[in-house]
């Protein structure tokens, strides 16, 4: 009899997830520091941040944005500017605090769908999630139902360094000892010293990514390295110091170094770029550090460029 009791309240328990319209736990998209509840029948996206539903015509989108942008809505909400007269503005209490969202009914190509967007504070970063759900679906993904998902929103002060390394397209075998491991955009990580709030250019740092392009000639590599190198961004009064061919883990590189100012304090650093040419793209590697600073940071720059790896 206790067994058949255990079996029923499992079972109650099913059936009052299920029609609650979400999924039992929060889910962090990989990568990102907001997590939300799902509504049942959306999984985790393999085409962006965020959740789909399987035909793909519901989706989900959760990103970061700069932590300024949650208070330029708030000042816009409380002072009664909505962004357009048909957007309608409410606020929410989540898990993570006050939020702002807007809906509206819109066209995406010929079909009419419901969108919603959300912002919540998430301390040094926003929190923002948007919601595209076709009209024909409403009824089940209703106004109750996203307004249930934005208020689970929560927000996780660190993305584990694992799951960060696990979206990288190349294996990141050695950290070099840096303290801050970040994601800037798919596919792109940072390695810091600093953080988000006191800048990243007053101490080392290194941006590891991919270029989809190669030089089709080994006479070009020269030239394709100082061009790339001159698209650093926020790096002024630069001067090349040094570019030259060589190898990395027995594959053809260039190296390329500079000494310029970077950063909103203008700081003097001296960067050092790695490109790793393959077939068909070409790894990048930059490190940065201040200028009185480089003799201890350019030995780390070489341990963790050395542990970069294939993936697969």
């Given at each position: 009899m206790k067994a058949l009791h255990s079996l029923?309240?499992?079972?109650?328990?099913?059936?009052?997830?299920?029609?609650?319209?979400?999924?039992?736990?929060?889910?962090?998209p990989p990568g990102v520091r907001v997590g939300l509840t799902p509504p049942a029948g959306l999984v985790l996206s393999k085409a962006f941040s965020g959740f789909e539903s399987q035909d793909h015509q519901i989706k989900v989108l959760v990103t970061e944005l700069p932590a300024s942008a949650y208070d330029q809505v708030k000042s816009a909400f409380t002072a009664h500017l909505a962004p357009s007269s048909h957007l309608k503005p409410q606020s929410i209490e989540t898990s993570a605090g006050l939020a702002y969202y807007t809906?509206?009914?819109?066209?995406?190509?010929?079909t009419t769908v419901q969108r919603y967007s959300?912002?919540?504070?998430?301390?040094?970063f926003s929190g923002y999630v948007a919601v595209q759900i076709p009209e024909d679906a409403t009824?089940?993904?209703?106004?109750?139902?996203?307004?249930?998902?934005?208020?689970?929103?929560?927000?996780?002060q660190k993305v584990p360094v694992a799951e960060r390394l696990g979206m990288m397209p190349f294996k990141v075998t050695n950290l070099g000892d840096f303290k801050n491991v970040r994601t800037l955009a798919p596919g792109a990580?940072?390695?810091?010293?600093?953080?988000?709030?006191?800048?990243?250019?007053?101490?080392?740092?290194?941006?590891?990514?991919?270029?989809?392009?190669?030089?089709?000639?080994?006479?070009?590599?020269?030239r394709f390295?100082?061009?790339?190198?001159?698209?650093?961004?926020?790096v002024h009064e630069a001067r090349v110091t040094m570019s030259e061919p060589i190898r990395i883990n027995g594959t053809p590189a260039y190296e390329t170094r500079m000494d310029a100012t970077s950063g909103k304090d203008n700081t003097s650093v001296t960067i050092v770029q790695w490109l790793q040419f393959g077939?068909?793209?070409?790894?990048?590697?930059?490190?940065?550090?201040?200028?009185?600073?480089?003799?201890?940071?350019?030995?780390?720059?070489?341990?963790?460029?050395?542990?970069i790896k294939p993936r697969g």
């Open positions: 029923l309240a499992a079972a109650l328990l099913l059936v009052a997830t299920v029609h609650s319209g979400l999924a039992a736990e929060t889910v962090f809906t509206e009914t819109a066209k995406n190509g010929t959300m912002i919540v504070r998430g301390g040094s009824k089940v993904y209703s106004d109750d139902t996203v307004r249930r998902m934005f208020a689970s929103a929560t927000i996780r990580l940072v390695l810091a010293d600093g953080n988000e709030t006191t800048g990243f250019e007053p101490a080392p740092f290194m941006i590891i990514g991919i270029i989809a392009a190669t030089p089709t000639e080994p006479d070009d590599r020269g390295a100082r061009d790339i190198v001159s698209q650093i961004p926020g077939n068909q793209s070409t790894l990048r590697i930059i490190g940065s550090a201040p200028r009185d600073q480089w003799s201890t940071a350019f030995p780390r720059f070489r341990e963790v460029r050395d542990g």
